[in-house]
Every structure is written in C-alpha cells, then in structure tokens.
C-alpha cells in the first residue's frame, strides 16, 4: 500500500506528513476512507478467489429468512473489523479467561492535562511526551 509508505519515518530525512500533526490525523482517517471501501470492493468482485470456510453455516442461519433480497457476501474472516473476525477475538478472550481465570484488577488511568503540558518540550508531540506522576 502506497500510503503505509507515506507514514514511515525515513533516517534522514524529514517526513512532513508525520509532523503536521492534526493535519496528519485528518490525512490519515482520509486515506482509510478512501481503502476501506476498495477492500470491500475487492471482496465483493473475488468471493469465487476467496476461501470460503465456514460457507454452509453461515448460508444456514438465514436460510428461513426471505426478507433479505440480493447476492450474499461472505467477508472472510481476515477481513479487520468484519463479524466473523470480532467472533474470533471474542473467543480468543474467553479462551483465555477459561485458561487463566477472570483478571483479579480492573486498573484505570487518569492523568492532568496541566501536567502534561508542562513537561512538554517544545518540537515534542504530546504522544511521545514522557510524563512524570502527577497528582
């Protein structure tokens, strides 16, 4: 992909995109938009090219359901953020949780915006600011 290319940090050179901070956030989110779509695309037009596992339980969950209309696709389960792909997050979290039990802390982390700022140096962006303990 051309535009992982364009966020990398070369040695030597200075990489406007990456430093144009807020800018760089509406850049990126832009691109995404733009290959997202294509990606799904490119699933729609393949499903012949594709793996198909798991085709036939998939096509009987909705096998008594005629109010949907139109061509079923399959999203393979690669596919980041589809349905079949958060079902197996979730079941690699809850193997987990059986194997090692339920977590005995539930840690939260606050911090002061006043803080930060002042152990910001200048040319420092706040992601990479190291942040002492502050109260």
Known sequence: MIYASLYMEKKDQFNYITKSRMLFLQYAVDNYVKVEPARLA???????????????ILLGDSAGDKSSSGQRIIIPASFVC???????????????????????????????????????RQGVLYEDAVVSGHA
């Open 42 to 56: 490119y699933i729609r037009l393949n499903q012949k090219e594709l793996r198909k596992e798991r085709s036939d």
């Open 82 to 120: 589809g349905p079949r792909y958060m079902k197996h997050r979730q079941q690699g979290a809850l193997a987990f949780v059986s194997q090692y039990g339920s977590p005995d802390f539930f840690i939260t982390f606050t911090f002061s915006i006043d803080g930060i700022l002042q152990d910001v």
